[in-house]
């Protein structure tokens, strides 16, 4: 069974703040780690892929890949109340990557 | 705005009936991925098409089947509905079939079931 475990939070960090999302992941063979933002009615959207272990910074995100540890996380930095949200940590499995796992979610709270 | 469509926005059915969901990808992409997201729950993969054809597939029943045109869009089919089918159902779409394709997703369509 592949699966993606997830704190459901909620997470509450003050504006400004760092926030730090974490997931674990069951296949150890998996290549590729997703990050997406969920708005309350929305569908997900792309915050970030990572393919290699170590960081990968984009803005005010950065994703961290240990795949020995089969550990995934997401920093915000300066955290803004429009970052509240649901976070979605995903991976793909299979010979050719077709299959997808998303984790159950974490919800996030910036307050101002 | 990722360029996917879905439609419906919303469908009412009731138990037993069929029900047809339609996704058209973003340019450029020729895959499509289907997931069913119930509320308070990540999105759950239902099966995944790579030019036209079934390349991946989740743990759902045979009564959720599919189809991908050559244009690239999608139908996501479901017979003998069930109450707990009730959901949003969100279609992705990406380039190839492989490691590492980013997915964008559609708006989705909210099914409820009575």
């Known amino acids: 069974q592949k699966e993606v475990e997830q704190n459901s939070g909620p997470l509450s960090v003050p504006e400004g703040a760092i926030a730090s999302l974490n997931c674990t992941y069951s296949?150890?063979?998996?290549?590729?780690f997703f990050w997406y933002r969920q708005y309350s009615g929305k569908s997900p959207e792309l915050i970030m892929s990572?393919?290699?272990?170590g960081d990968k910074e984009d803005g005010r995100f950065t994703a961290q890949l240990n795949k020995a540890s089969q550990y995934v996380s997401l920093l915000i930095r300066d955290s803004q109340p429009s970052d509240s949200a649901t976070y979605l940590c995903?991976?793909?499995?299979?010979?050719?990557?077709?299959?997808?796992?998303f984790g159950p979610g974490t919800r996030l709270s910036v307050l101002p | 705005e990722t360029g996917v469509t879905q439609s419906p926005t919303h469908l009412i059915k009731t138990r037993g009936q069929q029900v047809t969901l339609r996704c058209s990808s973003q340019?450029?992409?020729?895959?499509v991925s289907w997931y069913q997201q119930a509320l308070g729950q990540g999105p759950q993969f239902i099966f995944q098409?790579?030019?036209?054809?079934?390349?991946g597939r989740g743990n759902f029943p045979p009564r959720f089947s599919g189809l991908q045109f050559p244009n690239y869009s999608s139908e996501l089919n479901v017979n003998a509905l069930e109450l707990d089918d009730s959901a949003l159902y969100l279609c992705?779409?990406?380039?190839?079939?492989?490691?590492?394709?980013?997915?964008?997703f559609g708006p989705g369509t909210r099914l409820t079931v009575l």
């Open positions: 098409y790579y030019r036209e054809e079934e390349n």
């Open positions: 296949d150890r063979g998996s290549q590729s």
């Open positions: 990572i393919y290699s272990n």
């Open positions: 992705a779409s990406s380039t190839g079939g492989g490691q590492g394709n980013e997915q964008f």
């Open positions: 995903a991976f793909q499995w299979g010979n050719y990557g077709q299959n997808f796992v």
């Open positions: 340019s450029g992409h020729n895959t």
